[in-house]
T-cell receptor, first 113, second 111 residues
């Protein structure tokens, strides 16, 4: 099976712009979770989508949003970018069974100038 | 109180030694526990999952879970330089709940 894919892999934006990141889960996986990883804060949970519905949400401002499509692909959007949004954004997919494992994509490295 | 805590690092062990990584969690109802390894510049990859009290072994890796004491640990036997990475503990409280990660501990295995 192909793994989780994320596009783009690298992105450079300036403050105030917006950005959209994409994640394609492993075939058959219906749950997609998004995380922000920074050296100081570690892996911070953004949100989780399951069957096109947001099932869980982390403690991030409303500038961070996401959605999931009927084919389970997911996008996250960050509006009005701030310098502090520079991070590695990871998505992970799972088949969403109670004891199931999340598999991570390679991540998108976002730099905000 | 942090939800998932890992003992502070970094941790340095000589090649061939046993590396012991510990993790505590605050939600007593937690059901699923995972250890991920993350090499510098890469994404996390699963090493072990454990769901019931006791030990679970997979090659050189052993995960230990004690729900009464709310801790989960990872032992790496015969540590190799290739084991040098950051190890992340993750806990899921229950079905449909989010996966919460600790901040990770960096392991360095000296040749």
């Amino acid at each position: 099976k192909a793994g989780v894919t994320q596009t783009p892999r690298y992105l450079i934006k300036t403050r105030g712009q917006q950005v959209t990141l994409s994640c394609s889960p492993i075939s058959g996986h219906r749950s997609v979770s998004w995380y922000q990883q920074t050296p100081g804060q570690g892996l911070q949970f953004l949100f989780e989508y399951f069957s096109e519905t947001q099932r869980n949400k982390g403690n991030f401002p409303g500038r961070f949003s996401g959605r999931q499509f009927s084919n389970s692909r997911s996008e996250m959007n960050v509006s009005t970018l701030e310098l502090g949004d520079s991070a590695l954004y990871l998505c992970a997919s799972s088949s969403a069974q109670p004891t199931d494992t999340q598999y991570f994509g390679p991540g998108t490295r976002l730099t905000v100038l | 109180q942090k939800e998932v805590e890992q003992n502070s690092g970094p941790l340095s062990v000589p090649e061939g030694a046993i590396a012991s990584l510990n993790c505590t969690y605050s939600d007593r109802g937690s059901q699923s526990f995972f250890w991920y390894r993350q090499y510098s510049g890469k994404s996390p990859e699963l090493i072990m999952s454990i769901y019931s009290n006791g030990d679970k072994e997979d090659g050189r890796f052993t995960a230990q879970l004690n729900k009464a004491s709310q801790y989960v640990s990872l032992l790496i036997r015969d540590s190799q330089p290739s084991d040098s990475a950051t190890y992340l503990c993750a806990v899921r409280a229950g079905a449909n709940s989010k996966l919460t990660f600790g901040k990770g501990i960096t392991l360095s295995v000296r040749p």
